[in-house]
């Protein structure tokens, strides 16, 4: 029997009406458009963990990537691609290790807790229960304000925003030279991405490190191959840590990740069928089960290896525009995120400054969601408003989460519009008022 007999009936390419080289180009486009993430993770994750463990960090995302990506691809037979998801990288970094002062140890035990908890509500089928339990209008509001919060980050690391005793930020010296790079990559990359350019983000990052280098910006690589670097430091940081995540003070942090991850993968996976249509005639994702299976065992995975929680990218969209429609194209994505670990070198030389176009782009594409709330009604205008603002200006994910989900039930029961929450929503926001009390 040939090869492509064998994909055949693996990935039932012919009853999906593809072919092995159309998911080949899928799969490639796919982790193009979203292999900037191999260097904007570590970036983020160093302020956490330690400026040295670069290669460390670098390894735990592509091994994170890959694992949850061949679940997907193997086991759920879909062209969607997972890696750490952005948000949740600038979650566990700057609210819970530096905003908490949580040690980085403890909070992968919290990924990992959360993981755990992820994995647990899978196989019960309770994921879907409670996305099926939030209104839309918080949904939305959680997106745009990850994308708010990801764009302000991605200013400051590029030094146009900087701290001000006077105003709390104020703008940056425009004068300085990675400043300008990272407004140049900005537009640069806008502009790819409005011609419709595949891997726009990606170009942005390496032609602003290019030119970095070329002017003198930034030292050059010390190479362009390498061998893995084995996380040495981070590996299994979170296992002895796992039994104090579910400490009272940290049940709140917990749920939080929780909380995001939730609504940003069914999100996406619900959003991307819908351009397949995979969706059944109820509306309904088959497989869903397998495919969330595919995140939380990649989120334990992660957590172990030393890396934020893993989620499903909204950038598979570049890949099933190009034809891919089966587990096939995840698969070709999860081995060129291997082939990345021997990279390091050349993706270690990347300075911060370059990725910061790709965080305030991707915070873009995020904030779009803020249009399909009803600002016409205030009932969900306020706490939607409350969750996008709260999360970029108290530098937290989890207080914009917890300010949404609080003020939602009360402004409804409270102006007679009671039916429009679910018993689900009024439970969390119980349990986020204790976890609010407690952490403070």
Known sequence: MSNSSHLDRLFKLTAAGT???RELVGGLTTFVTMAYIIAVNPAILMDAVGPDLFGELLFA????????TLIMGLAANYPFALAPGMGLNAFFTYSVVLGMGVHWNLALGVVLAAGILFTILSVLRIREAIINAVPDAL???TAAGIGLF??????????IIVASPATLVTLGDLRAAPVWL???????TAVLQARGVKGAILIGVIGVTTVAILAGVAPPPDGVLSLPTWPSHLFAAALPNLAAAFDVALIGTVLAFLFVDLFDTMGTLVGLSQRTGFLDARGRLPRASRALLADSVGTMTGAVLGTSPVTTYIESASGIAAGARTGLASVVVAFCFLLALFLTPLIQSIPVFAT?????VVGVLMAGSVVKIRWDEISDALPAMLTILVMP?????AHGVVAGIITYPILKRLSGRGHEVHRLIDALALIFI???IFLD
């Open 61 to 68: 995302t592509c091994v994170a990537a890959a694992s949850a």
């Open 182 to 188: 990272a407004l140049l990559g900005l537009i640069a």
């Open 150 to 159: 990801i764009a302000f980050i991605g200013l400051k690391n590029a030094g």
């Open 393 to 397: 200006l108290t530098f937290s994910i």
């Open 19 to 21: 072919t092995p080289r």
């Open 434 to 436: 204790a976890s609010f």
């Open 139 to 141: 949904k939305h509001a």
């Open 356 to 360: 910061a176009p790709a965080l305030v």
